[in-house]
């Protein structure tokens, strides 16, 4: 990929939900929910203080995250789906 985020914002790739239920319905399109879990891309080089120092971000690249539902904003890059959120979107890192 060849985007870099810029202060504290970073690059997620959502991952797809399961297309059929426990029970083995496959549910379509229309009644899936928006994904909130993602694969962080790329990060930026994090927000700059007061003092003019960057206080790096608490994620990096590769780490699994959950992120706000409407939060970001989508893009389609190189044939991809994904979000370029701010670190104030991200929720949590699954360990």
Do not use: F, H, N
């Not at 979107?89 to 699954?94: E, G, Q, Y």
Request: net charge negative; proline share 5%.
């Amino acid at each position: 990929m060849k985007l870099k985020p810029l202060g504290d914002r970073l690059i997620v790739k959502p991952v797809e939900e399961e297309e059929t239920t426990a029970s083995g319905l496959v549910l379509p399109e229309t009644a899936k929910e928006k994904p909130q879990k993602g694969t962080v891309l790329a990060v930026g080089d994090g927000a700059v203080a007061d003092d003019g120092t960057r206080r790096p971000l608490d994620v990096s690249e590769g780490d699994e995250v959950l992120y706000s539902k409407y939060g970001g904003t989508e893009l389609t890059v190189e044939g991809d789906e994904v979000l370029v959120l701010r670190e104030s979107d991200i929720l949590a890192k699954v360990q």
